[in-house]
């Protein structure tokens, strides 16, 4: 029986380094600032991200990821929103990726699992504000009627004018590592179907069953614009 106990006991112990070593976690601070006629106007909002080495490689980079948190969303115009999608945790816009982007073509080196180690390492000990490139942005959307979510549009983040009128345009996009806690409600409370799409599961075109066209509302879930339970 002893020896059963200290069996197990080293098995968990290894599970536990296992699950442990290489995982990465932090929070970030997705910020979006934009000029108007009016005077600036910027929203932010905070994320929790999870990164965790896959010892067997089954696709990818060989990382697994979790993610907790909303979009930004920036009120441009009076009653006229602005929304920065999530992405997932291993896409662009995610700190990790920026800054492993930043690094490779700073210093000539190629975008790979081992320069992706070498940032996630230090994630937790940055300090400062990336400036997001522009081929990195999150996917930019607004709605023609807020309480219609079939009305989604994207947004072409060179030229925000087109929707929301002469003099409107996005001035910058930036993360940061941050202590803030996680950014919760904002989304909801300006969508406020938001919770009834995400049970029953259903997309922004009000379907949940096979997609047949291109249609963004049917490209677009509740998950684009908020992760976590409903408050």
Do not use: H
Request: aromatic share 10%; hydrophobic share 40%.
């Amino acid at each position: 029986m002893k020896k059963f106990v200290v069996i197990a006991a080293v098995v968990f112990a290894l599970g536990w380094i296992v699950l442990k070593v290489g995982t990465y976690s932090w929070r970030q601070k997705l910020t979006i600032t934009v000029d108007t006629p009016a005077g600036e106007v910027w929203g932010s909002s905070v994320s929790a991200v999870s990164w965790r080495k896959q010892w067997i490689r089954w696709d990818g980079m060989g990382w697994t990821w979790d993610l907790t948190g909303e979009a930004v969303v920036v009120e441009v115009t009076p009653g006229r929103y602005l929304f920065a999608l999530l992405k997932g945790a291993g896409t662009t816009e995610y700190m990790g990726s920026v800054a492993a982007a930043s690094i490779a073509e700073r210093e000539g080196r190629v975008l790979d699992q081992a320069l992706f180690s070498e940032v996630q390492g230090r994630r937790n000990r940055a300090r400062g504000v990336i400036k997001v490139p522009e081929y990195q942005y999150p996917m930019l959307v607004t709605f023609d009627d807020i309480t219609k979510p079939e009305t989604v549009r994207e947004v072409d983040p060179e030229d925000l004018a087109a929707v929301f009128g002469e003099g409107v345009r996005l001035k910058a996009v930036t993360l940061e590592i941050t202590r803030e806690a996680v950014t919760e409600g904002r989304v909801e409370g300006v969508l406020g179907w938001l919770c009834s799409y995400k049970n029953p599961y259903r997309r922004l075109s009000g379907t949940s069953g096979a997609i047949a066209d291109n249609e963004l509302s049917n490209g677009l879930g509740p998950g684009s614009f908020s992760i976590g339970e409903c408050k």
